[in-house]
């Protein structure tokens, strides 16, 4: 009896509250989906702008879809700058990516399996040794590693960039570790019992159970890579070395404000693997980010 | 002396000594075995410590105190370097104040605004996926050039901004050459881009656990109630973590103003890092920029261990609380 006053007076009520959940969920949405728009809004820009004709980029400065489509920026750009185009500075930041990435995670792998799993004398103090490189400011030692580069003859090569990637990064030894710790160690132990090496316990079964985090440091490894600035702007004097990133700033500055157009261009251009990356592997760096607690 | 046959096993000096020291062998065999194995698996980490960090370091430490042209040999002048930084030298007085400018008012602009977000984003809704990708894209570009060349031509003379404000009819504003408004410029750009510490909130608040809201609801607490006695205090650790993280990379900001404002107008835009670059790799003044370089060391150090040190003040660790 009861039961169905209480029934017949929520029937009533239904409407207008599910009608007031339906307005919270718009304005959320307006709200949240509003500043959104304005976080990307000069990211959209960058790329509508490329795509407008000369005297559209002044004249319709904020909007993100050129009236008239014109690929004619990026052929002015591609031809980048004193007899060497894009195609050389896309070539030397493909280059420093991918190899400097390439011996950063693997080197970083090996030495988090070292400290995550195995007990030797003096690792406590090693890890904390290298907890403290990730606060050490770069500035302390490029000035030393330019003097010793410079005394090699190694300046203008792509070996200071890529040479002490090899060697294992902070961040990455720290990001694998985290991940290896989760991983039981029954696995570990009954290989070892088989008689499998600590070589062979880390290449068949570790090594496969943390691809997860060796896609997550390969991506942060390739977006550090492809936007230093500061590193081939100390080492790269010489145009046919230079990255994207040292290539666009000595671009702005050569054709100065006279083809912005260009500029917007190459720059949207230089973005166009970060977001692919970005796109394809977000659930990575999600995870990432969230779990090691760091800067990305 | 006495005690020690007294705590041994009877049963194990029936095994006999041979076997003991079998034993003890082999354990010693394996514990060698480890060792090696450990530092093999860390050498690559320990040899690029050696020679790309310690060291590296003790030269620069070394240089520090000289004066250095690459060219000639280093000549020793003592604190002259140091010296001349803090009394003579103008500049660098003005990228100290400078650098702590753009710290003080970024850094905490930027983890506010990560927290708000991160609180708008922790929900049940749908396309919060969405969501979180759109504010944490402009955080993957953070420190590319093409994205530090855009930011110039929005607060460029004609830029976007400039457009906006006309709407509004203000007269366009010189945002990059006035010295009071150029560092906002990067302020905005580093507040743009607060997608990480946002992430690490996010994961932070999904670790709260929901009764403990329903508990407060149920005993009287408001939305401002709950988010001051509750998320505040237990997202503390989450909070410290990202201060810490943001003030150290606060301090080293280098790209952006190189290529935003090249450190103008008046130097008012000056960054630690460009000002260090500029004695480095422009008028190649080795010893001058090393010295510069262990103030920053030193500086991040310090400002690391005081923000540890009040820490203990307002950081809530559940495991230490206890009950």
Redesign the interface.
């Known amino acids: 009896m009861t039961n169905g006053v209480v029934t017949a007076a929520s029937a009533r009520r239904m409407p207008t509250r599910r009608r007031a959940a339906w307005l919270r ?1 718009l304005v ?2 307006g ?3 509003g ?3 304005v ?2 809004y ?2 959209l ?2 790329f509508g702008s490329s795509f407008k004709g000369p005297a559209e980029v ?1 004249t319709d ?2 909007s993100l879809i050129p009236r008239h489509f014109s690929p004619q920026n990026y052929v002015n750009g591609w031809a980048g700058f004193g007899g060497v185009t894009f195609a050389t500075f896309y070539k030397n930041s493909l280059i420093y990516a991918i190899v400097g990435t390439v011996g950063a995670v693997m ?2 792998a ?2 988090a ?3 995550a799993r ?4 003096g ?1 406590g103090f ?1 890890f904390t ?2 907890l403290l ?1 990730l ?14 580069f ?1 005394k090699l003859h190694l300046v203008n090569t792509f070996y200071p960039l890529l040479l ?1 990637r ?3 990064m902070a961040f990455f ?1 720290f990001l694998i570790m985290q991940f290896i710790r989760g991983i039981p160690k029954e696995l570990d132990e009954a290989a070892e019992i088989d008689g499998c ?3 062979g316990i ?1 290449f068949r079964i570790i090594l496969p159970l943390i691809r997860p985090a060796l896609i997550t440091a390969t991506i942060f490894s390739f ?1 550090w890579t ?5 590193t081939p ?2 080492y790269l004097n010489e145009p046919k070395l230079y990255t ?3 290539a ?2 000595s671009f ?1 500055d050569a054709s100065g404000a006279t083809d ?1 157009g260009a ?2 261009a ?3 251009l ?2 166009v693997p ?2 692919v990356v ?1 796109v394809v592997f ?1 659930r990575y ?2 995870q990432g ?3 090691t ?4 | 002396m006495s005690r020690a046959p007294a705590t041994t096993i009877p049963g194990e000096e029936l095994l006999g000594s041979g076997a003991h020291a079998e034993h003890l062998a082999s354990r010693r065999a394996r514990a060698r075995a480890r060792n090696l194995a450990g530092y093999a698996f860390i050498a690559p980490w320990l040899i690029g410590f050696f020679g790309f960090t310690l060291l590296p370091m003790m030269a620069s430490l070394y240089l520090a105190f000289t004066d250095y042209d690459i060219l000639t040999t280093p000549r020793w002048v003592g604190l002259e370097n140091f010296h001349r930084m803090f009394t003579q030298d103008r500049r660098y007085l003005q990228s100290v104040s400078v650098t702590l400018f753009y710290v003080a008012i970024a850094v905490p602009l930027r983890l506010a605004f990560a927290l708000a977000l991160a609180m708008l984003l922790n929900t049940q809704r749908r396309g919060m996926s969405v969501y979180r990708a759109a504010y944490y894209a402009p955080s993957i570009v953070a420190g590319s050039v093409a994205v530090a060349l855009m930011w110039r031509q929005i607060f460029g003379r004609e830029g976007v901004v400039n457009a906006v404000l006309a709407l509004l009819g203000v007269a366009p504003v010189s945002w990059l050459g006035h010295p009071d408004f150029a560092i906002w410029t990067l302020i905005a750009l580093a507040v743009w881009q607060f997608g990480s510490p946002m992430l690490i909130f996010l994961a932070g608040l999904r670790q709260i656990p929901a009764e403990v809201y329903e508990a407060a609801s149920i005993d009287g607490a408001g939305p401002w109630g709950r988010f001051f006695r509750i998320t505040l205090p237990l997202l503390s650790p989450v909070t410290f973590f990202n201060l810490v993280m943001q003030t150290i990379t606060g301090f080293m900001v280098f790209t952006q103003a190189f290529i935003v404002t090249g450190g103008g107008p008046m130097d008012t835009t000056l960054f630690y890092a460009l000002y260090l670059y500029r004695r480095a790799f422009e008028s190649f003044q080795m010893g001058y920029a090393s010295a510069m370089a262990w103030v920053l060391l030193l500086a991040v150090a310090l400002c690391t261990a005081l923000l540890f040190k009040t820490s203990g003040r307002w950081v809530f660790y559940e495991a230490k609380e206890g009950r």
């Open positions: 969920t959320y949405h709200a949240v989906g500043l959104g728009f976080m990307l000069p990211i820009w960058l002044w400065v904020m080197s970083s090996l030495v399996y070292g400290f195995i007990k030797f004398v690792r090693w040794c290298m490189t606060m050490l400011p770069y500035q302390v030692v490029i000035i030393p590693q330019y003097v010793l410079t002490p090899f060697f294992g030894i090496s600590q070589f880390f977006y492809w936007e230093d600035f500061l702007l100390v994207i990133s040292v666009l700033r702005a912005w500029i917007f190459m720059s949207a230089s973005l970060v977001f970005f977000q760096l999600v980010i969230s779990t607690g760091m800067k990305g």
